[in-house]
């Protein structure tokens, strides 16, 4: 089953921050998070495997609750190059295959 | 280091018409591979996924076929191209999964974009 992005979509100005969450109505076993600029394939940020699981690159930042059956994306001080969208991935079953969200659209402005 | 490659990068095709993208990596054996489509605007569905030569799985019926002749090549196709086949598609590859539900980390090739006119 799809995980649940939310927003559908975000603006902010340089220097803003914004949080990105990923839910499941499943158990979730891992999370992996990929930006994608327009016109681009999809680009792989980190993963997060165990609950409780916090991650970090620069001012990029993920988390995953277990429990809750969630992550967060964390983006600090937004740069232009951030901009983009942004799918949480999720495992299903035992082949190793991803279900993605319907994806964030990030836009920061100057 | 593994590299991934797709074409062709664009192609406008008429309704009712064929299909054939493909797909190959290299750099690593034995490969997870996987083929899925973005509508415009739209997130990421997965189409086809296999873990071995000839062994593909299907997600969704609809009017495509994927197939893998060789170890490192995937080939998307179809016999008759719908309008609602146009989209971004993107093919994948992981390492062979494991165990356990956690999924692999995918990378994904440069993309086809595909309009049905």
């Known amino acids: 089953q799809q995980p649940v992005q939310s927003p559908q979509a975000v603006i902010l100005r340089e220097g803003e921050d914004a949080v990105i969450n990923c839910s499941s109505s499943?158990?979730?076993?891992?999370v992996h998070w990929y930006r994608q600029k327009h016109g681009e394939a999809p680009v792989f940020l980190m993963i997060?495997?165990?609950?409780?699981e916090q991650k970090g690159h620069e001012k990029i930042s993920a988390s995953f609750n277990e429990k809750k059956q969630q992550s967060s994306l964390y983006l600090t001080a937004s740069q232009l190059s951030y901009s983009g969208t942004y799918f949480c991935?999720?495992?299903?079953?035992?082949?190793?295959?991803?279900?993605f969200g319907q994806g964030t659209t990030l836009q920061v402005k100057p | 280091s593994q590299t991934i490659h797709q074409w062709p990068a664009t192609l406008v095709q008429p309704v009712g018409s064929p299909l054939s993208l493909e797909c190959t990596v290299e750099?690593?054996?034995?490969?997870?591979l996987y083929w899925y489509r973005q509508a415009a605007g739209r997130g990421l569905q997965l189409l086809f996924y296999?873990?071995?030569?000839?062994?593909i799985s299907s997600e969704v019926p609809q009017n495509l076929s994927a197939s893998r002749p060789q170890d490192r090549q995937f080939i998307l196709s179809s016999k008759k191209l719908l309008l609602s086949d146009s989209g971004f598609y993107l093919c994948?590859?992981?390492?062979?999964?494991?165990?356990?539900?956690?999924?692999?980390?995918?990378?994904f090739g440069e993309g086809s974009w595909l309009t049905v006119v």
């Open positions: 994948a590859w992981s390492k062979v999964h494991t165990t356990g539900n956690s999924g692999n980390t995918i990378y």
């Open positions: 499943k158990a979730l076993y891992s």
């Open positions: 997060l495997l165990k609950g409780g």
């Open positions: 991935g999720t495992g299903s079953g035992n082949t190793g295959k991803l279900i």
């Open positions: 750099g690593t054996s034995n490969p997870n």
């Open positions: 296999s873990v071995g030569i000839g062994q």
